[in-house]
C-alpha cells in the first residue's frame, strides 16, 4: 500500500519562505552591520565593495539554499512545516540540475508580480512557475 501524495499549498509555502526570509535575514544582517553600521542612509546606499554586496546578497543565499536542497531536500522553513522538494515524475531526490534550475526559475515566479508563486494557489499539483520549470513538486513528507 503506497501513501497518498499531499502536495505543499500555497499558505505554508508562503509561511515557510518567510521564515527562511527571516532565518538569512538574521545571518546576513549582522555582517552588513558590520560593514555599513547603524547608518540607514549608507546601508541603503550600499558603501561596501561592490563585489562584497553582491557575494553577500546574492551569492551566498543562493549556495546556501541549493545546499539545504540538496542534503535536506528543503530549506529550514520548509522543514518546519514537514515538507520536501521532490523530482515531479519520480517522487525521489532531484538532481542538482533540477534545483540550480528551481532557484533560478524563482527569477521567473517573482518578475512579473510573483504571478508564479501564486500559481501554487491554483495548481493541481501546487507547483509555481519554478516548480514547473524544474520538473519538481512540493509534498508532505510521508511518515
Not at 1 to 26: C, H, N, P, Q
Request: net charge positive; hydrophobic share 55%; with cysteine.
Amino acid at each position: 500500500m503506497t501513501a497518498k501524495i499531499v502536495y505543499g499549498g500555497f499558505w505554508v509555502r508562503l509561511l515557510a519562505s518567510l521564515l527562511d526570509s527571516i532565518i538569512l535575514a538574521a545571518v546576513i544582517a549582522p555582517i552588513l552591520f558590520c560593514a555599513y553600521g547603524f547608518d540607514p542612509v549608507k546601508l541603503l546606499a550600499g558603501n561596501m565593495n561592490s563585489w562584497a554586496n553582491f557575494a553577500l546578497t546574492w551569492v551566498f543565499p543562493c549556495i546556501a539554499v541549493i545546499l539545504f536542497w540538496h542534503y535536506k531536500s528543503a530549506t529550514p522553513g520548509k522543514m518546519i512545516f514537514d515538507l520536501v522538494i521532490v523530482d515531479a515524475n519520480t517522487l525521489s531526490k532531484p538532481t542538482n540540475k533540477q534545483l540550480i534550475i528551481r532557484y533560478f526559475a524563482y527569477f521567473v515566479s517573482t518578475i512579473p508580480f510573483c504571478l508564479g508563486f501564486l500559481w501554487i494557489a491554483f495548481d493541481k499539483r501546487k507547483q509555481g512557475w519554478h516548480d514547473k520549470i524544474a520538473k519538481t513538486v512540493v509534498i508532505i513528507k510521508p511518515c
